[in-house]
């Protein structure tokens, strides 16, 4: 029987994307990163700074072709030249994967009522405003390609997840942003949506207090009893930015072993 990663190798052949979030080889972002370039997609990885320059470069040899460069999205102006510099590279660009989220540690536990002005503006410019002034950069782009931008969520968006605090909200506000932007873009032949994968063990993740307790629970009472990879995002991920989901805007994928449609 043919892998389907076989029959997948060519699917995205001649198409162009950038992953912004990479951080090591953990990160939901790189299981995206990897999912693409095994279809044939040429990437820019980007980092937010310098102490993550080097990582970044390492895991960009795994994906041939690619480049990489800084995008802190929290300056406009980096953010406008790291576009420009994927234009004079690429010359179009097919597909974005915004896999940024942040949070200050000690907003991830306790009462959310506890939550600080300066971390709550913090989380939702990083995480959810990032996706509206990223789509805005890239969109000259992204026109009369079909192009496709995908975020990534997390069910906290929608319910109350003990000491996912304020990066609940962002995530909200995030899923929010996707629906008026496919509204926006979508005249122009770009689609915007949101994955929302099961909590899975990231460099990120280990910043919400309890997080191995909420895995134990989750596999204990998702339908197919157990928690998901990050490749099976990364391959969800394939899946909204090729061809298969050309009909499919403005909404959310969950992929979370089912565990989204129990009550509990």
């Given at each position: 029987m043919t892998d389907q990663r076989d029959r997948n190798s060519t699917i995205l052949e001649g198409k162009t994307g950038v992953i912004l979030g990479v951080?090591?080889?953990?990160?939901?972002?790189?299981?995206?990163a990897r999912?693409?370039?095994?279809?044939?997609?040429?990437l820019a990885l980007t980092y937010a700074n310098d102490r993550l320059g080097d990582a970044?470069?390492?895991?960009?040899?795994?994906?041939?072709?690619?480049?990489?460069?800084?995008?802190?999205?929290t300056k406009p102006d980096e953010i406008?030249?790291?576009?420009?510099?994927?234009?004079?590279?690429f010359g179009h660009l097919d597909t974005i994967v915004h896999a940024i989220a942040f949070a200050k540690r000690e907003e991830l536990q306790g009462n959310f009522f506890d939550t600080s002005k300066e971390g709550y503006m913090?989380?939702?410019?990083?995480?959810?405003?990032?996706?509206?002034a990223v789509t805005r950069a890239a969109l000259p782009l992204m026109?009369?390609?079909?192009?496709?931008?995908?975020?990534?969520?997390?069910?906290?968006?929608?319910?109350?997840?003990?000491?996912?605090?304020?990066?609940?909200?962002?995530?909200?506000?995030?899923?929010?942003?996707?629906?008026?932007?496919?509204a926006d873009v979508g005249p122009r032949g770009v689609r915007v949506n949101a994955?929302?994968?099961?909590?899975?063990?990231?460099?990120?993740?280990?910043?919400?207090?309890?997080?191995?307790?909420?895995l134990d629970q989750i596999?204990?009472?998702?339908?197919?009893?157990?928690?998901?990879?990050a490749e099976e995002v990364g391959d969800a991920c394939l899946f909204l930015a090729g061809p298969h989901s050309r009909g499919i805007t403005g909404t959310t994928l969950y992929v979370d072993a089912g565990y989204h449609v129990m009550g509990v």
């Open positions: 951080a090591n080889k953990r990160s939901l972002a790189w299981g995206c999912s693409l370039a095994d279809a044939g997609m040429k970044v470069r390492r895991l960009a040899e795994e994906c041939p072709g690619s480049i990489t460069l800084p995008c802190d999205v406008g030249e790291a576009f420009r510099t994927i234009g004079d590279e913090l989380a939702h410019e990083v995480s959810a405003y990032s996706l509206t026109e009369e390609r079909q192009g496709s931008i995908i975020t990534l969520s997390y069910i906290g968006a929608d319910r109350v997840v003990p000491n996912y605090n304020v990066m609940g909200i962002a995530k909200a506000a995030l899923e929010a942003s996707v629906r008026y932007l496919a994955s929302s994968a099961g909590p899975i063990r990231t460099l990120s993740a280990s910043g919400v207090r309890d997080f191995n307790t909420m596999a204990e009472k998702a339908p197919l009893r157990r928690n998901v990879t």
